[in-house]
Nanobody, 115 residues
């Protein structure tokens, strides 16, 4: 069974940056769409960013201009570069990937923005 593994979360001060990574537990797999979601305590999971097979991207309004989603050329690893982080960005961030119309989720990585 393929699992997605996220890394790169942690504690950062407001205004700081983090880079999240997402890859399949079995490196032979590549993916079509890759997305990042986040869920803060007491809130619903929300879409942060998506990258399409053609490289097109889409962002949630709250992160536009601050976050950048990307992927490697092999379509096996996805990234989320997060700049100018704010306390309201604190959440568990989840990677989602779609391959052959099957959706996969990672276990989540905690991002905490606090001084």
């Amino acid at each position: 069974q393929v699992q997605l593994v996220e890394s790169g979360g942690g504690l950062v001060q407001p205004g700081g940056s983090l880079r999240l990574s997402c890859a399949a537990s079995r490196s032979i797999y590549s993916f079509d769409y890759m997305s990042w979601y986040r869920q803060a305590p007491g809130k619903e999971r929300e879409l942060v960013a998506t990258i399409a097979p053609n490289g097109g991207t889409n962002y949630g309004d709250s992160v536009k201009g601050r976050f950048t989603i990307s992927r490697d050329r092999a379509y096996k690893t996805g990234y989320l570069q997060m700049n100018d982080l704010k306390p309201e960005d604190t959440a568990v961030y989840y990677c989602q990937a779609i391959r052959a119309k099957i959706t996969y989720w990672g276990q989540g990585t905690q991002v905490t923005v606090s001084s």
